[in-house]
C-alpha cells in the first residue's frame, strides 16, 4: 500500500553523509620525502636557473614568470629541466595562492604518471592542496592516480600528519570507484592520533554499509563516537560528526529490523542540531512498525508544529493516513489525505513550471545561488521544498568552490601589471576561467538533479496517497485484502498501547498552543475500531 521510507533510503546510507561534505582539517607543511632535484639532461639555462634563485629568495611571482618561460619551451631547455620548472611552476602558484592554477599544473604532472621525473613528489602537494580547495576540486581522483606503494615514502617520523591525509584521501578514491575492501584497508591504516581519525572511520562506516556488512559498519560508527568522547583532536565540528554517525547507526539498526536500538539512537541527535527533524521523522516510521502509534503521531504533530514552517515533511502526512487506516479510522484517514492533496498536490506543477524557466545548467546555478542567498522571488508555498532540495551540503561545497575560483580572480586582478599580462598571467586567468565554467555546469546540473528528485518524491507521494483511498474504499466495501487486513490494530492491542501516566510523566491535553519545550514529547492517543 505504502512505499515506506526504509525502501527509499535506508541502504544509500552513505548517501546522506556523502552529501553533507566534510572540511578537510589543515594540513601541517610536510618535510619533503623526495630529493625534489631531479636527474636532467644537461645544465639549466640561464632562465631557469635565476628562476630557481628567485623561488629560493620566496619571490615567487618572478619565479613563475621564468618557469612559465621554461615550460613553453623558449628557453630551449632540455626535457628533464622542462619537467623541473614545471613542477617548481605549480609550487610557486601555489605560495602564491593560485590554488587553481597550481592544480592545473600538478594535474598535468598526474596524467603523465611515472614518465614524469616529479610524479611521485607531486602527490605532497596534492594532499596540501586539499587542504585549500574544497571537495569538488576532486583532488581525491587525483590522488587516486597513484599506487598504494607511493604512500610509503611520507611513512615517516616528519610525515605522519601527511601520510595519514593521503591514506584518508586514497581510501576515498578507492571508495567512489567502488572498491571499497581496499577503501577499508586505507582507512583502516589512518592512525588514531591523526586529524583524519574520526573521518576515516566515518567512511569506514560508509564503506561497510556499501558492501551490506552491517556490523562492522555499526563498529566504525561506534568509534567514532569514542574518538569524539575521548577528545580525538582535529575535528572541525564534533557534534556534526557525532549527529551524523547517530543518524547511519540508526539506519542501520531500522535496516535489520532492530527497532529499540533504532530509536535509540535517532533520541542521540540533539533538539539544536541540523539533523534533528530529520532523526524525528525517520524515528516516526520506526515507532510505525512498532506499532507504537502515539510517539509515531507525537513525533508528526511536532513536525508540523509553527516553528518549523520551512521544513519540509510531506510523507509525514502520508505515514499519518497510514496510522488512521491501521486502526481502522476510515474518516480521519481520508482526512488527513485531504489535507495532503490540498496542500501539495498542486505543486507539482507549479515546481515543474519554475524548472522549465531555467534551461541550462549555468541558469540553474544562478538560481541556485540566489534561493540560497534569499534573493529568489519564490512563491511562498515554493519555498519549503526548493529550499529543502538545496540544502544539501554538496551542492554548498560547489558554490563555495565558484566563489574561491572567484576570489582567484580578484588576487589575479590585484597583481601587478608586469605578472598579470605575462604568459603565467594568461594562464593563470585561463585555469580559473575553464575550472570556473566546469564548477558552474556541475553545481547546476547536482541542483537540478536535486530538484528534479523532490518534484518526482512528490509525485511518489501522491501515488500513496492515492493508494490509501483505495485501500479505504475497499475496506469499507469489505473487500480488503488478507495483506491490508494483517497490518490492522484489534481493540484490545490498541489498549495496550495507551499513553502511560506515573509520577514522573503528566498529561496535558493540546489545546491549540505548541510549547517548545515539548518538541518532540507529544504523544498523540489512537484509538481501534477494528472489528467494531
Not at 582539517?25 to 630529493?35: E, I, M, S, Y
Not at 623541473?84 to 603523465?112: C, M, P, T
Not at 541540523?274 to 513536525?303: K, V
Request: negative net charge.
Amino acid at each position: 500500500m505504502v512505499r515506506s521510507w526504509l525502501s527509499k533510503t535506508l541502504l544509500g546510507a552513505g548517501v546522506l553523509a556523502l552529501s553533507l561534505g566534510y572540511s578537510a582539517p589543515a594540513a601541517a607543511q610536510p618535510t619533503p620525502a623526495t630529493n625534489e632535484a631531479g636527474p636532467a639532461d644537461g645544465p639549466p639555462s640561464e632562465a631557469l636557473a635565476n628562476a630557481l634563485r628567485l623561488y629560493n629568495q620566496d619571490r615567487f611571482r618572478e619565479a613563475a614568470v621564468q618557469f612559465q618561460r621554461v615550460v613553453e619551451g623558449e628557453t630551449q631547455d632540455a626535457p628533464a629541466n622542462q619537467q623541473k620548472a614545471q613542477f617548481h611552476l605549480g609550487k610557486s602558484l601555489f605560495r602564491l595562492g593560485f590554488y587553481q592554477s597550481a592544480l592545473a599544473v600538478f594535474d598535468e604532472i598526474v596524467e603523465q604518471g611515472q614518465a614524469h621525473l616529479y610524479f611521485r613528489p607531486t602527490l605532497q602537494w596534492l594532499a596540501q592542496l586539499a587542504s585549500q580547495l574544497p571537495e569538488p576540486a576532486d583532488i581525491v581522483r587525483r590522488v587516486g592516480r597513484y599506487d598504494v606503494s607511493a604512500l610509503e615514502q611520507f611513512n615517516n617520523a616528519d610525515n605522519r600528519n601527511l601520510y595519514n591525509q593521503l591514506l584518508y584521501l586514497m581510501g576515498r578514491s578507492k571508495y567512489r570507484d567502488g572498491n571499497y575492501d581496499e577503501a577499508i584497508a586505507l582507512f583502516t591504516r589512518v592512525q588514531r592520533s591523526s586529524p583524519y581519525y574520526v573521518q576515516a572511520r566515518f567512511f569506514m562506516g560508509i564503506s561497510h554499509v556499501s558492501a551490506r556488512r552491517s556490523q562492522p559498519a555499526v563498529e566504525a560508527f561506534r568509534e567514532v563516537h569514542h574518538a569524539l568522547e575521548e577528545g580525538v583532536e582535529g575535528v572541525d565540528d564534533e557534534d556534526r560528526m557525532a549527529d551524523l554517525a547517530w543518524l547511519e547507526l540508526a539506519r542501520i539498526y531500522y535496516s535489520t529490523r532492530h527497532y529499540d536500538s533504532a530509536i535509540e539512537s535517532w533520541n542521540h541527535v540533539d533538539v539544536d542540531s541540523e539533523y534533528w527533524l530529520d532523526a524525528l521523522f525517520e524515528e516516526s516510521w520506526a515507532y510505525f512498525l512498532q506499532q507504537d502509534y502515539p510517539r509515531a503521531m507525537g513525533n508528526i504533530h511536532t513536525l508540523h508544529s509553527p516553528f518549523f514552517q520551512s521544513a519540509w515533511y510531506p510523507e509525514s502526512m502520508v505515514l499519518k493516513s497510514v496510522i488512521y487506516f491501521s486502526n481502522c479510522r476510515y474518516d480521519e484517514a481520508e482526512e488527513v489525505v485531504a489535507r495532503f492533496n490540498e496542500q501539495y498536490a498542486s505543486l507539482r506543477p507549479e515546481l515543474e513550471r519554475l524548472l522549465q524557466q531555467y534551461q541550462d545548467d549555468p541558469s540553474f546555478f544562478n538560481f541556485l545561488k540566489q534561493v540560497r542567498s534569499g534573493r529568489a522571488s519564490l512563491p511562498r508555498r515554493l519555498q519549503p521544498v526548493v529550499e529543502s532540495a538545496f540544502s544539501d551540503r554538496t551542492l554548498l561545497r560547489n558554490i563555495e568552490y565558484v566563489n574561491q575560483l572567484e576570489g582567484e580572480e580578484r588576487l589575479h586582478a590585484s597583481s601587478p601589471a608586469s605578472f598579470k599580462n605575462s604568459s603565467v598571467g594568461a594562464r593563470i586567468l585561463q585555469d580559473i576561467s575553464v575550472a570556473k565554467s566546469f564548477a558552474i555546469e556541475s553545481a547546476g546540473t547536482l541542483a537540478r538533479g536535486r530538484y528534479t528528485r523532490a518534484v518526482e518524491e512528490l509525485s511518489d507521494l501522491e501515488n500513496q496517497a492515492t493508494a490509501i483511498l483505495i485501500e479505504i474504499l475497499n475496506a469499507r466495501r469489505g473487500q480488503l485484502s488478507q495483506e491490508m487486513q494483517e497490518q490492522q490494530v484489534t481493540l484490545q492491542e490498541s489498549r495496550a498501547m495507551r499513553v502511560q501516566v506515573d509520577e514522573e510523566h503528566y498529561l496535558w491535553p493540546f489545546n491549540g498552543e505548541y510549547w517548545r519545550d515539548e518538541l518532540g514529547y507529544y504523544r498523540q492517543q489512537i484509538t481501534s475500531r477494528c472489528g467494531r
